[in-house]
C-alpha cells in the first residue's frame, strides 16, 4: 500500500483551515448566554407563563433575589424550581 505524503499534507492543510474558520466563528458568535442575565418579574412571569401578579404572590416561594426593593430570578433557578429542585439555587 503507497502512502501518498502531498495529499496527506494537502489533507492537514485542508483540515486547518476548517478548524480557524470555525474557531473564528465560534469567537464572534452571540457573547453570554441568557443565563447569565437576571430577570425582572414581568421577564420572570412571561418565561414561567404566568402573570406578574402570581409572580409577587408566590415570591417567597420562588427562588430570587431581592435588591434596592425589586426582585430579580434566574432562568436556571426557576427551572430546578419546577424541576422539584428548590434547594439548589444560591
Keep these: ?22 474557531t473564528e466563528q465560534l469567537n464572534h458568535s452571540a457573547p453570554a448566554a441568557p443565563d447569565d442575565k437576571p430577570l425582572s418579574v414581568s421577564e ?11 409572580i409577587y404572590q408566590n415570591a417567597k416561594r420562588l427562588p430570587h433575589r431581592k435588591r434596592f426593593g ?15 429542585k428548590e434547594g439548589d439555587h444560591a
Design 70 to 84: 425589586r426582585l430579580y430570578f434566574f432562568r436556571r433557578e426557576l427551572l430546578a424550581f419546577l424541576d422539584g
Design 44 to 54: 420572570a412571569a412571561d418565561f414561567l407563563g404566568l402573570t406578574e401578579q402570581t
Design 1 to 22: 500500500m503507497l502512502i501518498d505524503f502531498k495529499q496527506i499534507q494537502d489533507d492537514l492543510n485542508f483540515i486547518r483551515e476548517t478548524v480557524n474558520t470555525l
